[in-house]
């Protein structure tokens, strides 16, 4: 089984009033070996797992890095919440050093703006040519993904319509969104190498592509999701990906060619996730079409199942995926807590409650025949 590592960033905000705090020189205590690290902006935190093969594992971890975050949000009065954008207003601050200095005087206002929570899902690949082989096989399913992460309704004190909003204000970078189909791991690096000596990006950190090659590990990093509210959703959406990941290597090593959709159709199909996560339709990663959301995820599912089954993950993987859609996205528990009282305050004291609790993965046989439990989220 292939090796999972999962990054999330964190929003750190006042435990009184819910804006946004800069961590300040709490940020220079960080320490890799915590699995703790700054981010541009002194308002986030970032956490990093070590690589697992296991779920409950990973689930151990994230919890962990969590707790950790909070700890350390804590010590200035604050706490570390999974909230991929701020719900209230904020004026941020940038981290100190050169290259974020250097962002900030070339990306003008998309960086000072730049306060944004993702979720990055690493999975080890034995070479670079098999890396691309998976990025080109999984590019139409990572809309999916991002649906399913979606938690990021509010931006600047008001609803932005968009179950995402995070990958909107994103995808103002020049190198963010979906790619073409790469081919081979060569016309992939000359890209890349193009893309430098275009002298945009300051430096391969900056190749914000939705799944890119690590240059930094021997994985993919696949880049397009949320900071999930949920501890469990950021398990799933781990095993997700590297189902993924091992589906299209066993396509690659067959002979199946990826799905000729275009960078135009793929970026269409995440704009139809953005906006609605699972609360309405989703553009079909095979045929392009819109589609109900559940059809969609289900789709999903049955594509990733054998791998699944090899992995003896099925029945938790399924479990964990039955939970999210019962319960609904970060984006849906947001709107509904803001329902229920008008105040985004609540919205924030809400999230850090649900972002402290731990993940569990289940346990058990993989249900099999007439036992297999329903997925009807009407259920």
Known sequence: MRRVGVEEEFLIVDCADGGAVALGEVLESLSDDDGLSSEMKQEQIETCTLPRTFLHELAQDITGRRTSADATARSVGARSVALATSPLPVQTTTTPGLRYEQMTQRFGLTAVEQLTCGCHVHVEVASDQEGVAILDRIRTWLPVLLAISANSPYWNAVDSGYASYRSQAWNRWPTAGPCEVFGSAAAYHRQVQDILASGVPLDKGQIYFDARLSHRHPTIEVRVGDVCLFADDAVLLAALVRGL?????????????????????????????????????????????????????????????????????????????FQLLMRGTGATRQRRTFAKSGSLRDVIADAAEASSLPAAVPQGPVPQGPGKPSLLPSE
Do not use: C, Y
């Open 245 to 321: 990941a091992e589906t299209a290597a066993r396509q690659w090593r067959d002979g199946v060619k990826p799905v000729p959709a275009s960078a135009l159709q793929l970026r269409l199909a995440s704009w139809q996730a953005s906006r609605f996560g699972l609360d309405g339709e989703l553009n079909h990663p095979l045929t392009g079409q819109p589609r109900p959301a559940f059809e969609v995820v289900m789709a999903l599912l049955n594509h990733i199942e054998p791998v699944l089954v090899d992995q003896g993950e099925l029945h938790a993987v399924e479990t964990l995926l």
